[in-house]
């Protein structure tokens, strides 16, 4: 007879999702865009966190318009019945599914322009306008000749590149967006991401666009009432004794000065906790911060555990892993930390 394993095994790490601190986080996007109504970017699967998730709860708080990056992650949410962008447009490839109905595209270049006048006539669409970032959209002398006439356009955006400084850029982007009001037929005009929501009411228009706010970074001053959304946890493997001078992990980086406690954690960099976290992340248990002792490796991590004597194999420990906080001891952007987080952890949403 062939051995088989259980398929419903218990990982030994995992995220905690807090589906309220999510939509409260929407909440107060929402009264700081003022009279604008206030979307998702709901991209990248949520931001990693399970798209679908997230835009239930979302949708529930009152949130009516979200945006992803490609067809298909559009489809993924077809059963949800809520307004979806593609921000990406329309390839050639995706014309079967654009003209599907069950989502828009934001048309960025001459040839999405011209792919859905001739395939999508009719249809809505929404519009990329490049101010100033260089990347994605049609530029605002292409907007201004009249190359959108007739289209049926719902947004036409653009796309801070600076907001989460206090750049002069900011300004010229806003004015260069102001400036084609009324140019289009354009239902709506969107600007803000999440630290332009935070620029102040003359940056929303009729739409606000935030992404990392909505999942508990807070990429510039203004957003101090955001709450974190994703706590990961690991499951204790081992505690063990190291002796005064005893090195701890790859390369020797950390040695006990006295007699330390250690606990090896069931996480590491394959799991998205990353590498940069060596010798300067913590954890949490029961109240009790635990500093990372040695290097963060593939699938294990090292605390010392000496403050917290009853702690033992089996335990769970949480991360300490507030986005902006972890972005700052790390050197790594909290988009990178939050959609970086390995699929061996399951979400957990309470």
């Known amino acids: ?42 991209k990248a699967d949520g931001y990693g966190l399970g798209a679908v998730e997230v835009v239930r709860r979302l949708a529930d708080a009152g949130c009516r318009d979200f945006f992803v990056a490609t067809w298909e992650e559009a ?12 921000l990406h447009g329309v390839r050639a490839e995706d014309m079967s599914a654009a003209t599907a109905g069950f989502a828009r595209p934001v048309l960025n270049t001459l040839a999405q322009v011209a ?31 009249g190359l959108l006439d007739g289209l049926e356009i719902d947004v036409l955006m653009s796309h801070l590149a600076c907001a989460d400084e206090d750049s002069s850029m900011n300004a010229r982007q806003r004015g260069a967006f102001a400036a084609l009001a009324g140019r289009t037929g354009a239902r709506r005009l969107s600007l803000s991401n999440s630290a332009g929501v935070a620029l102040g009411p003359d940056y929303a228009f009729d739409l606000t666009r935030p992404g990392i706010a909505l999942y508990g970074a807070r990429p510039r001053s203004g957003l101090d009432g955001i709450a974190q959304v994703v706590f990961p946890e690991a499951q204790v493997l081992q505690c ?44 949490t248990w029961q109240g009790t911060m635990l500093p990372l002792v040695g290097r963060v490796s593939m699938d294990l991590t090292t605390v010392d555990a000496t403050a917290v ?30 959609t970086g987080l390995g699929r061996r952890a399951p979400r957990l949403w309470i």
């Open 240 to 283: 063990r004794g190291v002796r005064a001078g005893e090195p701890v992990g790859y390369n020797a980086t950390w040695r006990a000065t006295g007699e330390t406690k250690v606990a090896i954690l069931n996480v590491g960099y394959a799991d998205g906790y990353r590498r940069a976290f060596s010798n300067v992340g913590s954890v």
């Open 1 to 42: 007879m062939t051995p088989t394993c259980p398929t419903d095994l218990p990982a030994p790490c995992r995220l905690r999702i807090d589906g309220e601190a999510l939509a409260a986080n929407w909440r107060l996007l929402s009264r700081l865009s003022g009279v604008a109504a206030c979307g998702a970017a709901v």
């Open 75 to 86: 489809a993924a949410l077809q059963s949800l019945g809520v307004p979806v962008s593609v």
């Open 115 to 145: 792919r859905w006048r001739q395939a999508g006539a009719g249809r809505p669409c929404d519009v990329m306008v490049d101010t100033g970032m260089n990347r994605l959209g049609l530029s605002t002398d292409e907007v201004r000749s």
């Open 309 to 338: 004597p009853s702690l033992a194999e089996g335990d769970w420990v949480t991360l300490n892993y507030d986005l902006t906080d972890a972005a700052a001891s790390s050197g790594i952007s909290a988009y990178e930390l939050l």
